[in-house]
């Protein structure tokens, strides 16, 4: 059975710096796109950032372009998303999640999509504050 298990959230001032990290177990040489979503308080769940099965291809959302950055390590089942110049509009759950599709789809940011991602992880906090 398949899990996404994501780490590395926490409490980080304005402008700070963090380093989110997710391992998909029950699987070897994952190349399915992962994607990093987030939900803040009392909003829907958005999309973040994708990467397809082999790093090859990437998607930003606009709200963090040029701030964030996903990568991935297909020999350690994993996925990172460096956040950089973090403000306060950043804080929100994090969740980690796999689509069923060796590329990002086009509609990858809607998770209400007929191809949204099949596999989540349980989410980890990030909070953005002085």
């Known amino acids: 059975q398949l899990h996404l298990v994501e780490s590395g959230g926490g409490l980080v001032q304005p402008g700070g710096s963090l380093r989110l990290s997710c391992v998909t177990s029950g699987i070897t040489n994952d190349r399915h796109a992962k994607a990093w979503f987030r939900q803040a308080p009392g909003k829907e769940r958005e999309g973040v950032s994708c990467?397809?099965?082999?790093?090859?291809?990437?998607e930003y959302s606009d709200s963090v372009k040029g701030r964030f950055t996903i990568s991935r390590d297909n020999a350690k089942n994993t996925v990172e998303l460096q956040m950089n110049s973090l403000e306060a509009e950043d804080t929100a759950v994090y969740f980690c999640a796999s689509f069923d599709d060796y590329l990002c789809p086009t509609t990858w940011v809607d998770v209400k999509s007929t191809r949204a991602p099949v596999l989540w992880g349980q989410g980890i906090q990030v909070t953005v504050s002085s």
């Open positions: 990467i397809s099965g082999r790093g090859g291809k990437i």
